[in-house]
Every structure is written in structure tokens, then in C-alpha cells.
């Protein structure tokens, strides 16, 4: 299926360029999603309020020491960016106010960034779509294939297979359901599944609103099945059959 434009990691995030001037600097936050994008000698700083819809972008890919995806911060609760080994932390590190889960997940990389956000926000049996093309294969088992969208960033163009009844798509943001609010969320002439933005109410590929696509390979419709507050995240449950 033809994919649109999945190449710019930031879409509807604030971006906030730190700066690389080796200093301690304190980063005001903003309502809404925002992308803390950190170079190679950001200094030890704080981000106010760092929240469940907010991201940290690296210039480099963060030390995780069993390759599991998801990051430690260490005893002090400060996580080290710049860490090489388990022993060696590196010189810059960032303070994250208010973030209860001390833990960070990979989402994979795009336009030479690597991107985090919050890992307590991926639920236990959940399959994440990273920012990069994801291929997924639901043909075993109920799967719950995961988008962050709430994030503001663009999740890439997935290919999911052998989607089923039993399977799902769980979003953090509501998908656009067009302007008669139908039951169906119809593909468009492309045949695929454009995910939203952090705004309900816009296609997933107007440009800044755009989250990503996936070819639900065979399928061209789906359903909102359920809506769940989890710890603050609101999760949408998509569906092939109609409620």
C-alpha cells in the first residue's frame, strides 16, 4: 500500500532545542506534548513537569544495559543520557521532575534522533509501533498493537498482518472519524489506517497532525470498541467487528 511522508520525527510535539552549552539548565515545560531534544553537551539539567505525553530525543542512543528497550534511571533518580557501561555514566545527565516511574522506553530512531518517552504509558501485553516502519503479525494469539500517538510525534508506516476479531489497536489519542462521526473508520484510497495527532478532528495525514499509518494488510475498516483511563492515560481500543 502506498505510505504518505513518515519521515519527520516531530510533528504536533513542542520542540524544545536544548541547548549544547555544557551548563546545569532548568527547562520550563508546556501544556501539551513536548520533545526534549538533547545534542552531545547538554550539561546537567531539569525538565519542569515532565509528563506522560512528553518525549526526550537524543543525538545518540541511551545505555540499556540488558537491551530490553526500557532505560533505569539510577538510585538518584537522575537519568544518565551519556552513560557507556553500567559503570560509566557519563557527563550529562537530566532531572525529571515529577516523573513517578523512574523508567524510560525506547521508541526507535528517525531523521538521526533516538527517541524515548515515559515507559510506565506502555501497558503489560502491549506491542509498541516505534517511530520507525514496524512489520507486526497478528496471526497468533489476541495482540493489542500499541500507538503512542498522544506523544505528538509520527509512529512511521507499519504493515500488521493477519490482523483479527481478537486483535486491537490502542491509541492514546481518538482517530479522526470524519465529519458524520460513523460507527466505521473507513480507510482512505490508499487503503490504509492514518493515525492522529494529539488533536481529534484532523486526518492523520495533514501534515503536522500527522501519527503515522498502518497497512492493516486486507482489512479497510475498523471500529472504536473501547475507551480506558490507565494512571492518568486515556487508551482507545480499535476493532474490527462493530460494537
Known amino acids: 500500500m502506498p505510505f504518505g511522508d513518515n ?29 526534549f531534544r538533547f545534542g552531545n553537551n547538554a550539561g546537567d539539567d531539569l525538565i519542569e513537569d515532565f509528563g506522560k505525553n512528553d518525549s526526550i530525543i537524543t543525538a545518540h542512543k541511551i545505555f540499556d544495559g540488558n537491551g530490553d528497550g526500557i532505560v533505569d534511571f539510577g538510585p538518584n533518580g537522575i537519568l544518565d543520557i551519556d552513560r ?32 524515548y518517552a515515559d515507559a510506565s504509558v506502555r501497558l503489560a501485553g502491549f506491542t509498541e509501533g516505534t517511530v520507525g516502519d514496524n512489520w507486526f503479525d497478528g496471526g497468533t494469539g489476541a495482540k493489542k498493537f500499541f500507538y503512542d500517538t498522544d506523544l505528538g510525534l509520527n509512529l512511521g508506516g507499519d504493515t500488521i498482518i493477519n490482523f483479527g476479531v481478537d486483535d486491537r489497536i490502542v491509541t492514546t489519542s481518538k482517530i479522526y472519524n470524519g465529519p458524520d462521526q460513523g460507527a466505521a473508520i473507513t480507510f482512505g484510497h490508499n487503503g490504509v489506517l492514518d493515525l492522529p495527532g494529539r488533536v481529534d478532528g484532523f486526518t492523520g495525514d495533514l501534515g503536522a497532525f500527522q501519527g503515522g499509518q498502518i497497512d492493516l494488510v486486507g482489512q479497510h475498516e475498523v471500529f472504536l470498541l473501547d475507551t480506558q483511563t490507565v494512571n492518568g492515560v486515556t487508551y482507545y481500543y480499535y476493532g474490527l467487528e462493530q460494537p
Open 7 to 35: 519521515s519527520g520525527l516531530i510533528k504536533e510535539a513542542i520542540l524544545h532545542a536544548i541547548a549544547n552549552n555544557g551548563t546545569n539548565d532548568i527547562i520550563s515545560n508546556e501544556a501539551g506534548a513536548s520533545a
Open 84 to 115: 557507556t557501561t553500567a559503570k560509566l555514566a557519563g557527563a550529562n545527565q537530566i532531572t525529571l521532575q515529577n516523573m513517578d516511574s523512574k523508567q524510560i522506553r525506547y521508541l526507535g530512531t528517525k531523521e538521526g534522533f533516538y527517541a
